[in-house]
């Protein structure tokens, strides 16, 4: 039988930013109550008393804080470099794709901070270039199925002095800062100390801004 908390725990668990702050305590249960009664409405096909909604949240935030454990502590304070000019190729993968990724390593003049990075997926691979090589990366690659490109794009690195190698959640932290603020990331690179981040010219302020209280440095632009 369908209840009113198993309809609260569906919502919830759709809204990731929404349960992460249960978790924490910072949300109000009335006033979320009143944005998603009509939800459990509509499903239950019956009126429901928000003081009900209100208990199911109370209930499952309980749990939630159970479960919680909060992130290790890390040092974010890293330097941020962002390179302008960057495109984007997403390709599907071949056999004769090889040889021709051979050849970008070859044009490219990483000396004079020109931008390379290769992903290598199970079906696909991401060609991320300085976008002076557009040109000839599309001629490059005519023969070869190209599923979306983008141009216009930075590359945003955080250089950790920390150990974000091995801490949980960092990724997940610097992310999050910027999905709440609605920016959208094309790409994601990652070494030992290093997290490159590939995102819309638009988007790259505002990026660095919402990540400004928890880097605390000054940017450098390339």
């Known amino acids: 039988m369908v209840t009113i908390s198993h309809i609260v725990r569906k919502i919830i668990r759709e809204s990731p930013f929404i349960e992460e702050a249960m978790k924490r305590d910072l949300i109000s249960y009335g006033n979320l109550a009143e944005e998603i009664i009509d939800k459990i409405e509509k499903e239950l096909e019956k009126k429901v008393k928000h003081s009900a909604v209100v208990m199911a949240l109370r209930r499952y935030g309980e749990q939630l804080n159970e479960r919680f454990e909060p992130l290790k502590h890390f040092d974010y304070s890293s330097d941020i470099v962002i390179k302008t000019n960057i495109c984007d190729f997403c390709l599907i993968k071949s056999n004769s794709l090889h040889s021709k990724i051979k050849r970008l390593y070859e044009m490219v003049d990483f000396e004079n901070g020109d931008t390379l990075s290769i992903i290598l997926g199970n079906y696909e691979v991401s060609i991320i270039i300085s976008e002076k090589y557009k040109d000839d990366v599309v001629t490059l690659l005519k023969d070869e199925k190209i599923i979306n490109k983008e141009a ?16 949980p959640g ?5 992310v999050r800062r910027l999905a709440w603020n609605n920016i959208n990331i094309y790409e994601i690179i990652s070494t030992m100390t290093e997290l490159t981040l590939i995102l819309h010219k638009k988007d790259s302020m505002r990026a660095y801004e919402s990540l400004e209280d928890i880097i605390g440095v000054k940017k450098n632009k390339k």
């Open 152 to 167: 216009g794009l930075v590359a945003l690195t955080i250089s950790f002095k920390g150990d974000f190698f091995n801490t």
């Open 170 to 174: 960092v990724i997940f932290n610097v």
